[in-house]
Nanobody, 125 residues
Framework: QVQLAESGGGLVQAGGSLRLSCAAS????????MAWFRQAPGKEREFVAT????????YYADSVKGRFTISRDNAKNTVYLQMNSLKPEDTAVYYC??????????????????WGQGTQVTVSS
């Protein structure tokens, strides 16, 4: 497993930007596909974006495509989520997750074995 710690959340006005970071503790980070999920109050955890081990492939939820960008720096054991043009409906706790078992990109929470504790993002209208 990989220990993960998110940071960078906060309160921002609609139309603003935030950059989330997720630092991993293990040297196996470069072997893991990484992803961001989010969970709003009363809703299920939903997929946001994922990136392959080498950062050669990415995949986004339709709701964030064109606004959010996932990236990673394997030398720093860190994955990022740049969020632009934020909307109130982006308000949620954002979690990063790691999949060490499969090279294929996944979008279901059950496919990820390691999770961070989450960081709150609140977008005011």
């Amino acid at each position: 497993q990989v220990q993960l710690a998110e940071s960078g959340g906060g309160l921002v006005q609609a139309g603003g930007s935030l950059r989330l970071s997720c630092a991993a503790s293990a040297r196996t980070f470069s072997s893991a596909n990484m992803a961001w999920f989010r969970q709003a109050p009363g809703k299920e955890r939903e997929f946001v974006a994922t990136i392959s081990r080498s950062a050669g492939r990415t995949y986004y939820a339709d709701s964030v495509k064109g606004r959010f960008t996932i990236s990673r720096d394997n030398a720093k054991n860190t994955v990022y989520l740049q969020m632009n043009s934020l909307k109130p409906e982006d308000t949620a706790v954002y979690y990063c997750a790691a999949d060490l078992l499969d090279y294929r990109l996944k979008s279901s929470p059950r496919d990820f074995g390691s999770w961070g504790q989450g960081t709150q993002v609140t977008v005011s209208s």
